[in-house]
């Protein structure tokens, strides 16, 4: 297949994994250089340590808590494993009416399937899933309910969700939590570098280096001090013994750069992301009068992940098409089996299946321009024309 | 010409996609996923189905250096495929569900799909050959050089305007081990994996334990051809004409001859058991005609009956309306009557009839029960 070079095309994922930013680059192989583990109490040990933790203190800086509060994870996916597991059974070793977790029903995988899992094995937990109103906004009445009996030890919701944009009112939340003494808990993995961060709000909170501009395999979990872990990890006991296993400083280091530009940059380039998003609105429902966007444009979301349902068109097929005219851009969250399942964020929100199948994501990020933009607006005519062409095979 | 290479996660399909690349048509490897369930790594011989397979055949079209997606049709293979074989089971027939998969699937949704998004073929690792040396170029399907490989029997059903947009790469080619050669050459690193042969929606292997979670016990009586009973069974879906093991009889034939299933009929759910002479058939019928070319009674004709089975000498007794022409399909209740020249054992229904004229495709079509 002849697709259009690099420089000639539209990248449009970045909720799935963002542009490594220079500077995350520069930082890690700078920091790579000072090798040694970070434990070690010789100079090549010091070294290493000196790194992290300059590294760790401007992290802690830039999200104005104390550097104690991090715990270095290999990304969003472990964070969540970690507030979705040990400290659920953290609470419940030392408060045994504690059997519940609530969970948005629109989380993402990581924390409603580590929740499942929870609820499915030895000594179960209760999971209560909280239902959320056409704009992927939890009701609240779903949220007393979940609270109810003051049973759950952590209240779990992604302040932006990976499918849909849909930002949740976390300080509304967080009242309601706390009445119960309940622990809060946001996957914030989108939100960075998008919405500002609810850290006065919550107990724990995920973040993810590649949706900001660093590698993959970096993340970090914002625990308060007094939030109790299960052991769920062994090991070296690192990390107050939360989270065993080597630290690694280019990661870290890799991890502040990007934090630094990403929170700089955050109110200019959300004010522009924004600004793209609402023209490819308007060109999509010009080209489209069938479109169903899945946010209307007044409802709270990041600004920077359009969701839509083109009716009647195939959405593997669309991807297909726009990926040949030069467009990266993606259904919903990507899948590892290549198995497209009805989106459960939809059909939460009330989305049938047969809609869901027309589904497209676009989303934006630190790179994107008035270009990518127009890049989709005049591949889309022609692509949609046969995505529905194939959507009408089905039977 | 823009291309579709079919990539399984198997060697024939690799190099198939390899060979379409370098001949210089536009190639895309699209692997099907046929499974919302998928196992994660392969176990046994089953060759395509598994998450494992869908990573082989993308790290190939990597190595080829083409674009490779999965395209998702498990809906259509599992209301095509499966419940077809299902039903058939459930009907006393005895399906083959890799020349449904062949007639409804690949050469089917996924040739639609394709055409759909622009391409002009849909090229496979299969070992059959076509040539466009048809009356006007009409395509006409042959079996492969390599005649151990050869896959003709399962692609009949294609028919021929499927046919005109397919690409067999592999169909001259006289041995496996050329294209395992090839394969490494080529540094395919699926040159070492095993040749695939079960059904690949059942993970264990157990057609039987799959049709009777499937199916339920539908229990009814083992008759001889008199109709006395002999004894009971679960279900007629355990049994196939020619069927020898496991009747479940207790007293042997009075003669001590071997007895075999001679007739299922689902509407009583009466297995019939009998000598071996009563599976002779000299007369085959079959409806659901696919003709690559005109048909016409008392032409002479070899005649398959199973995937692994020899072509036997017959003449064709009966066409049915439609089948006269190329590409057509017979109605169901129009059959297609066939003499062999010497009877044959061991002809189940629903297992597909495939007519060749030397090594040409004439036509398939679907046994029938009764002549």
């Known amino acids: 297949m002849v697709s259009p070079a690099w420089e000639e095309r539209a990248y449009l994922d970045h909720a799935a994994t963002t542009v490594l930013r220079p ?15 970070p434990s070690s109490v010789h100079t090549a040990g010091r070294r290493a340590r000196g790194v992290l933790d300059e590294a760790l203190s401007r992290i802690a800086e ?28 953290g609470v419940r070793a030392k408060d045994p009416s504690r059997t519940a977790v609530a969970v948005a029903a629109t989380d993402h995988p990581a924390v409603l399937a580590t929740a499942r899992a929870l609820a499915a094995g030895p000594e ?17 009445e779903g949220v007393e309910a979940a ?73 970090v979990l914002v625990a308060r001090p007094d939030v109790p872990f299960a052991p769920t990890s062994t090991g070296g006991g690192q990390q107050r013994g939360v989270r065993s296993g080597t630290l690694d400083a280019a990661q870290a280091a890799a991890f ?25 609105r308007r060109g999509i429902a010009e080209i489209d009068p069938e479109v169903r966007f899945t946010l209307p444009e007044d409802s709270p979301q990041s600004g920077h992940i359009l969701h839509l349902v083109h009716p009647g068109a195939d959405s593997d097929a669309l991807l297909f098409l726009l990926d040949e005219r030069g467009i990266d851009a993606s259904a919903g969250s990507a899948c590892s089996a290549g198995v497209t399942q009805a989106s459960p964020v939809l059909a939460a929100m009330g989305v049938s299946d047969d809609d869901s199948r027309g589904a497209l994501r676009l989303s934006l990020g630190w790179t994107s321009t008035q270009r990518d933009v127009d890049l989709l607006l005049a591949a889309l005519p022609e692509a949609l024309r046969r995505a529905r062409a194939v959507g009408s095979l089905r039977r | 010409m823009k291309v579709l290479a079919a990539m399984s996660g198997g060697v024939d399909s690799a190099v198939a996609a390899a060979r379409a690349a370098e001949a210089g048509h536009e190639v895309v490897g699209v692997h099907m996923a046929l499974s919302k369930n998928r196992d994660q790594t392969r176990t046994g011989s089953r060759g395509c189905c598994t998450v494992e397979d869908a990573s082989d055949a993308r790290v190939a079209a990597e190595r080829i250096g083409i674009p490779y997606y999965v395209w998702d049709l498990s809906d259509d293979f599992h209301d095509l495929v499966v419940e077809d074989f299902l039903a058939e089971y459930a009907a006393g027939r005895t399906p083959n569900p890799c020349v449904r ?18 391409f002009d073929a849909v090229c496979t690792g299969h070992y059959a050959s076509i040539r466009a040396d048809g009356p006007g170029g009409a395509p006409s399907l042959h079996r492969s050089r390599n005649q151990a490989k050869d896959q003709s029997y399962v692609l009949a059903v294609m028919g021929p305007e499927a046919a005109r947009r397919s690409l067999f790469p592999l169909g001259e080619d006289e041995t496996k ?36 979670r499937h199916l339920g016990e539908a229990p009814g009586e083992v008759v001889d051809a008199d109709g006395t009973v002999l004894g009971t069974h679960r279900g007629t879906h355990g049994f196939t004409i020619g069927q020898r093991r496991g009747l479940g009889i207790q007293q042997p034939a009075a003669d001590g001859a071997p007895r075999y299933v001679v007739d299922i009929d689902p509407a009583s759910r009466q297995v019939v058991i009998g000598a071996a002479e009563l599976l002779s058939r000299r007369e085959l019928v079959a409806t659901d005609v696919i003709s690559f070319e005109p048909l016409a009674p008392g032409q002479a004709v070899h005649a ?60 398939a079509a679907t046994l029938e029960r009764r002549p």
């Open chain 1, 23 to 37: 500077a995350a680059r520069d930082a890690f192989l700078e920091a790579s250089q000072a090798w040694g583990n």
């Open chain 1, 62 to 89: 830039l999200l104005e808590v104390p550097r104690s509060w991090l715990i270095m994870t290999s990304g969003g996916t472990e964070a969540d494993n970690l507030a979705l597991r040990a400290v659920p059974l």
């Open chain 1, 124 to 140: 179960p937990l209760e999971v209560r899933e909280m239902p959320v109103d056409e704009r992927g906004v939890l009701r609240p």
């Open chain 1, 147 to 219: 609270l109810a009996g003051s049973r759950a030890s952590v209240l779990s919701a992604a302040l932006v969700n990976n499918e849909t944009g849909a930002v949740q009112d976390f300080p509304a939340l967080a009242a309601a939590a706390r009445a119960h003494g309940t622990l809060v808990h946001t996957d914030a993995v989108q939100a960075i570098g998008h919405v500002p961060l609810p850290t006065a709000d919550v107990d724990l909170m995920s973040l993810s280096g590649h949706k900001l501009g660093a590698p993959v395999g970096v993340g």
């Open chain 1, 256 to 280: 502040a750069a990007a934090l630094g530009e990403a929170l700089d940059e955050r109110e200019r380039r959300a004010a522009e992301v924004r600004g793209l998003t609402a023209r490819l």
């Open chain 2, 101 to 118: 998969c062949n007639e409804r699937i690949k050469f089917a949704s996924l040739l639609e799909r394709a055409t759909a998004l622009g």
């Open chain 2, 177 to 212: 081990e050329q294209v395992r050669a090839e394969a490494r050459a080529r540094g395919l690193g699926v040159s070492t994996k095993p040749d695939s042969y079960d059904i690949c929606f059942v993970a264990d292997g157990d057609t039987r334990g799959f049709l009777e």
């Open chain 2, 304 to 363: 398959q009956i199973r995937a692994h089975g020899e072509a036997m000498p017959g003449r064709i007794l009966e066409v049915p309306e439609g089948a006269a022409a190329p590409g057509t399909v017979g109605t169901p209740d129009g059959a297609l009557r066939l003499a062999l020249e010497t009877p044959v054992r061991g002809v189940a229904p629903g297992q597909t009839l495939v007519l060749y004229d030397g090594d040409r495709v004439l036509a």
